[in-house]
């Protein structure tokens, strides 16, 4: 029999205010409920605000609950439909009495003051706080209302960019690293880098703790699932891999884009569906309040807006999870526009789940990489790199797996090409998995900064990938991340030179001896085995024109490495950050160099290929004996991030599928009553889709 967690696929949320115990309309929330087909719902309980009548004197009460038990009542109200019902916490602050009566619970300054933000004190997670309240808090909870579990956003406490020096604190990390806590928030900081190591730590324990009050109070399916970002670079102060081995479903926060694509949410599902596994239901937070350069919490999205980021997140293995702020809206499109998508992921539900992706392509990450490489190197160039690869492997056709730096060896049975994204940090068994990937056949595509640091983010005296890229560091430096375009001070205004036109990764560039570059050069030396394929022209004036000129036109300095592995497998190295370079600028040039360098790694002989003239999202799925392909419109206009407007139309679309044993006998497109015509091309088949529209699902039989 399937558990709740296993079942429960659609979501929604209204993010109580303290003003919704007087106003809010019960009914209405019901047949809201029915009418998106929402099957399970977020109920603010406690933490900062209690929307019910809690025991404990300090535990804030909603300003107008009276002696109302709101959270009883919605509870009923979402019983009475069959909902599952999830308890919503907030436990990282509390009021200024809370504060008074227990000031040792609570994260302190150097001077020992707190910590305090919009009136409230926060928490400090070492303390009696987590360990002794909020699981009597849980406890109360349970037993009052049954909830089959809690979520939290806030969860991890005071952010990293916050050292607390409470008692706890200091005597935890001494525990710990025999150190005194940092003076700062400073990555070039051996000891703040132990600081954060151990806060990571810390948060598992609290996980651990909470996990262990819901089980042993509400049962072993009662769980605590907090909540964690979505978008793995950076915005998660917790080991994600860690919370993901204990979480049965893995709640996620992201509300909508952030200046990126649309396609970071398909990329989101397929992140954290490789850490948790494809077999885990993962509901996405997805506000239906106006995001972008600015946010109105009390207007409605726009509406293609949040078509295009539901969907997408649904092409990711993401379900859907609408998330409403305040109870009672005077902008009624609030409730308008999410009700077309969940109702089109009821009616498609059995091609939505139970599917595992198809791609011999892995783009790697790992949050080591994010926390230490990025506070070192800049943050900015390690997510600007992730994003160039993604953008460059979407701009391409390719479907590709992202996956962590630890699940190397058990996650690429199947994949061809590995592609390393300014991974500065890389451990000894990383780099051993590594090893053992290219020692069978497999190819490499590198990037920058690659090995730089240990697992610390230590300096290392030499990359450790230098044997299996045909390289050598002639010196390990930090790289600065400012990406200045300055006339006056051209710090990036730099080339590559052409030494191998004859090679398939300049195809397109028949007339160019040279291509820009825009980015940050490791010197290297490279193997007698290894080829040269371009090298480096240093920056020179743009202006005044007449100095825009260099008499250094050629040096030795390499920028392109090509390397045979001696395993049946290829390497290219590329010594200057183009991955991060063309994250920060999208050059179709840059897009392009590294297109080309994918299709020679696979030899030009993919498994899937989306052929396209425009920019469009695609996810490949089998299910039984059933691919599945989702196809994404994201060419729109806007003139901003956040506030799509209008779709533009395209087509056709060739998909190309070499699929071993797979013989399509009739494909279906779910929308627009297209039909889908596909015919055999030598061992493989050709589909071909006439328009695309906002997005199509194909399903070939």
């Not at 999870?321 to 409730?335: L, N, P, T």
Request: with cysteine; aromatic share 12%.
């Amino acid at each position: 029999m399937e558990k709740w967690y296993e079942k429960t696929r659609r979501w929604g949320q209204v993010n109580l205010s303290e003003i919704d115990p007087e106003i809010c309309d019960l009914g209405f929330w019901q047949e809201f409920w029915k009418k998106t087909g929402t099957q399970g719902i977020i109920v603010n309980a406690g933490g900062i605000v209690a929307y019910y009548p809690s025991r404990f004197e300090m535990h804030y009460r909603a300003a107008k609950l009276g002696n109302r038990d709101f959270f009883g009542d919605f509870i009923k109200a979402g019983r009475d439909l069959g909902l599952v019902i999830l308890a919503r916490m907030d436990i990282n602050r509390a009021i200024e009495a809370f504060y008074k009566a227990r000031p040792d619970w609570f994260a302190q300054k150097k001077d020992g003051s707190p910590f305090i933000t919009q009136g409230r004190f926060l928490s400090c997670l070492n303390s009696g706080y987590y360990k002794e309240y909020i699981p009597e808090i849980l406890k109360e909870i349970i037993e009052k209302y049954q909830p089959e579990g809690f979520t939290d956003n806030s969860w991890t406490g005071i952010p990293k960019q916050y050292i607390c020096y409470c008692d706890n604190c200091k005597k935890g990390f001494q525990d710990y690293s025999g150190c005194q806590l940092p003076e700062n928030a400073d990555y070039q900081d051996l000891i703040y880098r132990k600081w954060i190591e151990w806060s990571y730590s810390c948060r598992i324990d609290n996980w651990d703790l909470f996990n262990k009050v819901c089980t042993e109070y509400g049962g072993e399916d009662c769980l605590w699932m907090g909540m964690v970002n979505a978008n793995v670079m950076g915005h998660n102060f917790c080991d994600l891999r860690e919370v993901a081995k204990r979480s049965k479903m893995f709640m996620v926060d992201h509300q909508g884009r952030d200046g990126n694509g649309f396609e970071q949410n398909s990329l989101n599902g397929q992140v954290l569906h490789q850490l948790v596994g494809w077999d885990k239901v993962i509901p996405e937070s997805m506000a239906t309040y106006t995001r972008g350069k600015a946010v109105f919490r009390r207007s409605a999205s726009p509406a293609l807006e949040l078509k295009l980021w539901m969907l997408e997140g649904i092409a990711g293995g993401i379900s859907p999870w609408w998330h409403v702020i305040g109870s009672s809206q005077e902008d009624k499109r609030i409730f308008e526009i999410a009700q077309p998508i969940m109702r089109w992921h009821q009616e498609h539900e059995q091609y939505l789940y139970n599917r595992k992706p198809i791609a011999n392509v892995g783009v790697l990450w790992s949050q080591e990489n994010v926390e230490f490489g990025g506070g070192i190197l800049g943050r900015e160039k390690i997510a600007n790199a992730w994003r160039g690869i993604n953008m460059a492997l979407t701009r391409s056709g390719f479907p590709y797996l992202p996956i962590n730096m630890d699940d190397i060896s058990n996650q690429t049975k199947g994949i061809d090409l590995l592609i390393l994204p300014e991974i500065a940090l890389i451990t000894e068994e990383q780099a051993k998995a590594l090893e053992t990937f290219v020692a069978r056949g497999g190819n490499l595509l590198a990037f920058g900064s690659v090995g730089i640091m240990d697992n610390l983010g230590k300096m290392r005296e030499k990359s450790r990938l230098e044997r299996i890229l045909g390289i050598r560091f002639n010196s390990i430096e930090k790289s600065d991340s400012t990406r200045s375009q300055s006339w006056e001070e051209p710090i990036i205004h730099n080339y590559i030179r052409i030494e191998d036109s004859k090679s398939p990764l300049f195809t397109g560039f028949e007339n160019s001896a040279i291509l820009p570059m825009g980015g940050f050069l490791h010197d290297v030396s490279t193997e007698p085995s290894a080829k040269v394929l371009a090298t480096y022209i240093p920056s020179f004036p743009i202006y005044p024109p007449e100095f825009a000129y260099t008499e250094l036109t050629h040096t030795r300095q390499p920028a392109i490495v090509e390397y045979e592995t001696g395993g049946g497998g290829k390497t290219i190295y590329v010594a200057w950050d183009l991955d991060t370079a063309y994250g920060y600028c999208a050059l179709p040039d840059h897009g392009d160099l590294i297109g080309n360098m994918l299709k020679y790694l696979l030899k030009d002989n993919p498994l899937v290929r989306v052929e396209c003239d425009a920019y469009i999202d695609f996810k490949f799925y089998k299910q039984d004996n059933r691919i599945i392909i989702h196809l994404i419109n994201i060419n729109h206009t806007g003139f901003s991030h956040g506030y799509a407007e209008k779709i533009i139309p395209l087509g056709p679309v060739k998909i190309v599928l070499n699929l071993p044993n797979f013989i399509p006998t009739k494909a279906i497109a779910t929308e627009d009553d297209q039909k889908v015509e596909f015919f055999k091309n030598g061992d493989g088949f050709n589909l071909i889709l006439e328009y695309l529209f906002i997005h199509q699902l194909i399903i070939l039989e």
